[in-house]
């Protein structure tokens, strides 16, 4: 069955680099739009980033462009999203998300992981 | 960037009450409009995809419709498992957002 799994999160000091990884099993990574989503502690649900199938088709959010790359390895089947330049406001749960199409809706989810970033 | 706006942000309902949540856009966005049901502790889960359509396994007490800036969310008849925040997104175009979330509480 289609599973998604975070790792690379911990406590980071600001100003420092993280690198999240999205293992993805069930399912091809370039047959899908895959999505990183977060949310900080008690509140809402952040879009941070997407890549599409052509990886040179990528969008950020205004708070993390420039900072924040996503990329994937597809012979790993793997997702991945470079964290440089990291302050408090980016300490949140950090989700991978897949996203048939724009007519689908995000359908799988992975269980996240955390990224606090403090001194 | 589309913007939404989701009203109410929290509402207080009891179990078997009808409810119903809206959600508009800053711009038009089709039928382009996604729903999402959230409980502590766990990741979204895919209520209703492209304004009306229900996702496999999703109890038909759900429903959604509208089109263009203006949609809803309704529940039928609330049950316990659905005390949770209730959030839509659009999927026009990238980048992707979210609303602000509706808490669904127990009166």
């Known amino acids: 069955q289609v599973q998604l799994v975070e790792s690379g999160g911990g406590v980071v000091q600001p100003g420092r680099s993280l690198r999240l990884s999205c293992a993805a099993s069930?399912?091809?990574?370039?047959?899908?739009?895959m999505h990183w989503v977060r949310q900080a502690p008690g509140k809402g649900l952040e879009w941070v980033a997407v890549?599409?199938?052509?990886?040179?088709?990528?969008y950020y959010a205004d708070s993390v462009r420039g900072r924040f790359t996503i990329s994937r390895d597809n012979s790993k089947n793997t997702l991945y999203l470079q964290m440089n330049s990291l302050t408090a406001d980016d300490t949140a749960l950090y989700y991978c998300?897949?996203?048939?199409?724009?007519?689908?809706?995000?359908?799988?989810w992975g269980q996240g992981t955390l990224v606090t970033v403090s001194s | 960037d589309i913007q939404l706006t989701q009203s109410p942000s929290s509402l207080s309902a009891s179990v078997g009450d009808r409810v119903t949540i809206a959600c508009r856009a800053s711009?038009?966005?089709?039928?382009?409009l996604n729903w999402y049901q959230q409980k502590p502790g766990k990741a979204p889960k895919l209520l209703i995809y492209?304004?009306?359509n229900l996702q496999s396994g999703v109890p038909s007490r759900f429903s959604g419709s509208g089109s263009g800036t203006d949609f809803t969310l309704t529940i039928s008849s609330l049950q316990p498992e659905d005390f949770a925040t209730y959030y839509c997104?659009?999927?026009?175009?990238?980048?992707?957002?979210f609303g602000q979330g509706t808490s669904v509480e127990i009166k």
């Open positions: 998300a897949r996203e048939k199409g724009a007519q689908t809706g995000i359908d799988s």
């Open positions: 997104q659009q999927s026009y175009s990238s980048p992707r957002t």
């Open positions: 711009q038009t966005i089709s039928i382009n």
């Open positions: 890549i599409w199938y052509d990886t040179n088709n990528n």
């Open positions: 492209a304004t009306s």
């Open positions: 069930g399912f091809t990574l370039t047959t899908y739009g």
